[in-house]
């Protein structure tokens, strides 16, 4: 593994998986799930996306960025719940909350291609990630494209951090394994992602 990530598997129990899912109900109905494209070609996405906090990342055509109002309804974002603060504080080893939760949903053959996280500015904060929902084959590569990459199963409740020089190393989803868990009712993941994107 990437010296600087840490992996927590089944870190949150399932009593705090259905509250998280509970809360992360409210703030859909708020916030839409929207599908994003790929900057210049436009191509949708297979994920579906909202956000919470004070900031979220979108892509259109234009390009990724951070935005503070969500691009279809155009209202601010809901909040951060504070369960997640509290997972945040408990082991991101960082002094900063986060200022964004990046809420990815997928279904059906929804994968995320290989990918850098660095749109944020500041990059010495790590990414804390929370997987909720069916398996996921993910994918650790280095920090360049076409290095060695291996594959972990992250399950409903395991908590990922990627700090150090793991941060900046190329990931991905390669698939979502269905009827692995009971914790959505019509299946399918949920992946949280908490961020820090301004520097402090
Ligand atoms: C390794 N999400 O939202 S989470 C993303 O499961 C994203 O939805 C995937 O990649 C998902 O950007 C993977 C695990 C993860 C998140 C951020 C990372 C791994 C990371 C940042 C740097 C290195
Ligand atoms: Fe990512």
Redesign the pocket.
């Known amino acids: 593994m990437q010296p600087g990530l840490r992996y927590l598997p089944g870190h949150l129990g399932t009593d705090e998986q259905r509250l998280l899912v509970e809360a992360l109900r409210t703030a859909v109905a708020e916030a839409p799930l929207f599908i994003p494209v790929m900057p210049r070609t436009g191509r949708p996405f297979t994920?579906r996306m909202t956000n919470l906090g004070p900031l979220g990342w979108v892509s259109d055509r234009a390009g990724y960025r951070y935005q503070p109002s969500h691009p279809e309804t155009g209202r601010p974002w809901p909040a951060i719940p504070d369960r997640l603060l509290a997972l945040w504080r408990a082991v991101s080893g960082y002094p900063h909350d986060p200022e964004a939760c990046?809420v990815?949903f997928y279904n059906g053959g929804a994968k995320?291609g290989l990918?850098?996280?660095a749109d944020e500015e500041d990059l010495a904060a790590p990414?804390l990630?929370v997987?909720l929902g069916d398996t996921?084959v993910?994918r650790?590569g280095g920090p360049e494209r076409g290095g060695r990459t291996e594959t972990l199963k992250?399950a409903s409740g395991d908590v990922?951090v990627?700090g150090g020089s793991?941060?900046?190393?190329y990931?991905?989803?390669d698939r979502v394994l269905p009827g692995t868990s009971t914790l959505l009712k019509d299946g399918g993941r949920i992946?949280l992602?908490l961020r820090r994107v301004t520097r402090p």
């Open positions: 994920v990046l990815n995320m990918h850098r996280d990414v990630s997987s996921a993910f650790m992250l990922l990627m793991s941060r900046l190393c990931h991905g989803i992946n992602t």
